[in-house]
């Protein structure tokens, strides 16, 4: 594969699960979060996200760093460690939430709600910075 290949192999592999995810969650801003299969089905969705991200940038470091673009690699492994401190930590704020609301706590909702537009705003940011990077990863070594 071309370098050029490769680079494009990679920003697939990181556009689509961020693409989708730009897609998916806004839909979960027309139902209140007070419902717990709700809250429960946009926790999961989250994981999800965290977990395809984890996994597209590892494949996405390991295609770099074996087409010999350390710089690439890096700012994809970047992104990848990212995914996995930003999970336990996100996941642990949503969980706590979560709990607040089965115990009661009649703001938990909107705290959830917080958190889930701050989710989107951070995928927002990752799908600008990735489309950014576009052209300056795409140009042959």
Known sequence: MTPDGVAVAVMIILLFPT????????AFLLVKLDIAPVA???????????LV????GIIGTIAFLLDGRLVA????????ALAIWG????????????????????EAPRRLRRLHWSGM???????????ASI????VSA
């Open 19 to 26: 693409g989708y995810f730009t897609l998916a969650s806004p």
């Open 40 to 50: 429960q089905l946009l926790r999961g969705m989250f994981n999800a996200h965290f």
């Open 53 to 56: 991200m984890r996994v597209a």
């Open 73 to 80: 690699a890096a700012g994809v492994g970047l992104l990848a």
């Open 87 to 106: 999970r336990r930590r996100f996941l642990q704020r949503m969980d706590d939430q979560l709990s607040a609301t089965e115990a009661g706590d009649t």
């Open 121 to 131: 705003l951070a995928n927002a940011v990752l799908l600008a910075v990735l489309l």
């Open 135 to 138: 052209p300056y990863i795409a």
